[in-house]
């Protein structure tokens, strides 16, 4: 028994246990900030929109190699130096046998390996196996991810240690310059908080027994007598001045990175800009408990402060615009009066005239390409919310159905809407229809069109979003105007380098061909937060789907929404770029920033998914409008419904479900229920078309079965190999393929014979 109490004293008493016991004590921030990438990459945190392959299958210049890995781990090896910098220097001063080693830092690094040594193992277990899953085995390509991973981090790692404590660096130089500086003799409070630690170090010595020497050798520490209060102090003055400059280093390397996060060769994957944030954040944290001791609190209420007037400054702030609106001219009136106005009953009429002649000049192209006899189907294209899942999902539906209809499909189209990524996918199909017709794409089966919408998107938004904490504002000159180059921009512009074919396009190019046509009409219907209603974004006029109608004589039915090219057509409402007019649609909140356009008040736009995510209420109001012109012009409507999940979503079984997911249960329940309540309002809807509309319907649902799938995509902006190929796969399921087989045989020529 006592031989056993030795050996259990021994090892608590050892110095790995007993850096780990002042964690656990009071550095409990540092630890937080090893559990969150943990949380990510082990899948407890952010699992469903693909938080894990930020880390576990990061994309590099538009690919996932050993350099994007490498990548990902040099910033995971910066993360462990700050991490052990900043450990070393808050608790160094209680553990003084180290200053007596060769090489102090390395023996407190070496020593502190059981929360670090956790997270790597955890990462290397989930990334080989994650590696190897997707490979069908350890095969080689699984080693030299591996390895990039390892090398990067190992690499940077001993790079930083060994060029913070060399005698001869920069970093040596100017870090004992500023040390000078923050303990001179005009710094007394720095002094005065470097004694009184040097002084809590000796009055409460942490015990340590016996310590690690490398490689796995235990040495005994050495019993001498208590250290002297200026030896202490000598000993904490060291490494403050060149913690700082890497501090300063680092937000320089930030900053500057986010000034040309234009340049391709810059954008590194997102899971190394969250590192490198956490590693900065982890350095001034520590800094603030260092020097600021009880005031603690009180220091970060004044940086919270200060971050607020920040953002408050027009000259440091930005402001989130749309482009190619202008708002240098008076805002738009932005009032009921007004709404009124652009809704009154001339407009309304010269509308639905409008529409009526661009759906006669649609039946004139069919005819003359099918038939001077021949009846088109009327087919509705709507598109659920879901990321670049979606937006990746919609478009190789469209892209099948294309090529199972040799192009009739899209001839037959009359009008596109739905949310966010669905209408990535669905403009994205409608522009390379379109430039086929025109002799510019030979065949839309090329995969090169499934590779670029599956593009990631998140790389440059999510560095571009740490960045802009440290820039001030900046400036970009459209169309001799000026707008604030935020992560809106930035989005924009990386979505153009992905869909080549959206590059420039502006709102009002596609007018001509809707009225015309030759295109179906796309609304985009964003959700307004003032009001809690949509905006109808078209090129063609759309007033009709803003209208109130007269219910009773007593009780009038609400607005549907705001038109955006009437409310703003004096502030250039036909120079919207469409890549913005898609991301105003897909605005989902922390990820993009919600836009404010020029109006008085200043209407504040995101989701389209916050009232309709499928689009079928806009659908329904547009064929309700023109029941009688399609009834009488066409052999029936047929509504294609492509959506990112089941329609009947599986029972759950909450009965496992651990402790964190039974306190998340309210919120990821209630969330449910609140995207089922919607779908069914949805279904309620499409039940009493047949009580109002006389002609043949049918509803055709394209579904991405992602809730009994064993490797579902997540909801993200980003998509690995592992979750495109599922994608893709998803289109051969026999729900779909069925689906498939109807939606092509209603181009028979005895297809519609039963209109019961």
């Not at 991490?83 to 407190?108: C, D, G, K, Q, V």
């Not at 009066?337 to 409008?354: F, G, H, M, V």
């Amino acid at each position: 028994m006592n031989k056993l109490r030795d050996i259990l004293t021994a090892v608590y008493f050892s110095f790995p246990i007993q850096i780990l016991a002042r964690q656990i004590q009071r550095r409990k921030t540092l630890i937080t900030f090893w559990l969150v990438p943990l949380g990510f990459i082990t899948g407890a945190i952010g699992k469903s929109v693909g938080g894990a392959h930020l880390f576990l299958d990061p994309e590099y210049l538009g690919k996932e190699n050993f350099w994007s890995v490498f990548i990902v781990g040099s910033a995971l090896g910066a993360f462990l130096f700050a991490y052990m910098i900043t450990l070393y220097i808050n608790e160094s001063y209680n553990f003084h046998f180290i200053a007596r080693s060769r090489s102090p830092f390395y023996t407190f690094a070496y020593n502190n390996f059981i929360i670090p040594g956790i997270l790597l193992f955890a990462y290397f277990a989930c990334f080989i196996e994650y590696h190897a899953g997707v490979a069908g085995g350890f095969t080689w390509s699984v080693v030299e991810k591996t390895v990039g991973l390892f090398m990067g981090m190992g690499l940077i790692f001993l790079i930083s240690a060994t060029y913070f404590f060399a005698n001869r660096s920069l970093i040596q130089r100017y870090g004992k310059k500023i040390e000078e500086g923050i303990t001179g003799k005009n710094n007394r409070h720095n002094r005065w908080v470097i004694i009184g630690k040097a002084r809590e170090g000796i009055r409460n010595p942490q015990r340590t027994d016996n310590y690690l020497v490398f490689p796995f050798r235990i040495k005994t520490v050495e019993q001498t007598s208590g250290p002297e209060l200026h030896n202490v102090v000598s000993f904490l003055h060291q490494h403050h001045g060149k913690l700082l400059l890497m501090q300063i280093l680092t937000f320089l390397l930030i900053a500057g990175l986010g000034l040309v996060e234009g340049n391709r060769y810059f954008q590194i994957p997102a899971g190394a800009s969250f590192l490198l944030f956490f590693s900065l954040m982890m350095m001034i944290i520590g800094a603030i408990t260092f020097w600021v001791r009880k005031s603690g609190f009180l220091t970060m209420l004044i940086l919270l402060g200060t971050f607020f007037i920040y953002d408050q400054v027009d000259f440091l702030s930005e402001k989130n615009q749309a482009f190619g609106l202008n708002y240098e001219v008076m805002p738009a009136d932005y009032s009921r009066e007004n709404l009124e106005k652009i809704t009154s009953q001339e407009i309304y009429d010269a509308d639905r005239a409008a529409t009526l002649a661009m759906l006669e000049q649609w039946k004139a192209h069919y005819q003359k390409k099918y038939g001077t006899y021949s009846k088109p189907k009327a087919i509705f294209v709507t598109a659920s919310g879901g990321g670049l899942r979606s937006a990746f999902w919609t478009f190789r539906s469209m892209q099948y159905l294309d090529s199972l209809t040799s192009g009739r499909f899209y001839d037959e189209i009359r009008l596109m809407t739905g949310a966010s990524g669905g209408m990535f996918g669905l403009t994205y199909y409608r522009e390379l229809a379109f430039n086929r017709s025109q002799g510019e794409v030979i065949s839309l089966k090329d995969r090169k069109y499934q590779e670029n919408i599956a593009k990631d998107l998140l790389n440059r938004i999510f560095f571009k979003m740490y960045a802009d904490v440290f820039l001030p504002n900046r400036k970009i000159k459209i169309d001799d105007r000026w707008y604030d180059r935020e992560t809106g921009y930035s989005f924009d512009q990386q979505l153009s380098i992905n869909l080549p074919e959206l590059k420039n396009r502006r709102l009002g190019a596609y007018s001509e061909m809707e009225a015309a046509g030759i295109i179906p009409p796309v609304i985009l219907t964003p959700t307004i937060l003032n009001q809690g209603k949509k905006l109808y974004i078209s090129a063609s006029p759309v007033s009709f789907l803003t209208r109130t109608n007269h219910i009773t004589d007593r009780h009038v039915s609400k607005a549907g929404g705001v038109e955006f090219r009437r409310l703003f057509a004096d502030q250039g409402a036909d120079s919207l770029f469409m890549t913005t007019a898609l991301r105003m649609n897909a605005t989902f909140p922390y990820v993009l920033p919600i836009v404010e356009l020029p109006s008085h008040p200043a209407m504040e736009v995101m989701d389209a998914g916050a009232i309709d995510n499928y689009g079928t209420q806009t659908s329904l109001r547009y064929l309700f409008e023109f029941k009688d012109w399609f009834a009488a012009n066409t052999e029936g409507v047929i509504f294609v419904q492509i959506r990112d999940n089941e329609r009947e979503d599986p029972i759950k079984d909450k009965s496992s479900t651990g402790i964190t997911g039974k306190l998340m249960a309210p919120v990821g329940g209630g969330y449910y229920s609140m995207s089922e309540s919607k779908d069914m309002s949805n279904d309620y809807l499409m039940e009493f078309v047949r009580e109002w509309y006389d002609g043949y319907v049918e509803v055709v649902p394209i579904q991405y079965f992602r809730e009994t799938n064993t490797n579902p995509a997540s909801l993200s902006l980003h998509l690995t190999q592992r979750e495109k190929e599922n994608i893709r796969k998803g289109i051969f399921t026999q729900q779909n393929q069925e689906a498939f087989r109807m939606l092509s045989a209603l181009f028979e020529n005895d297809l519609l014979a039963d209109k019961k």
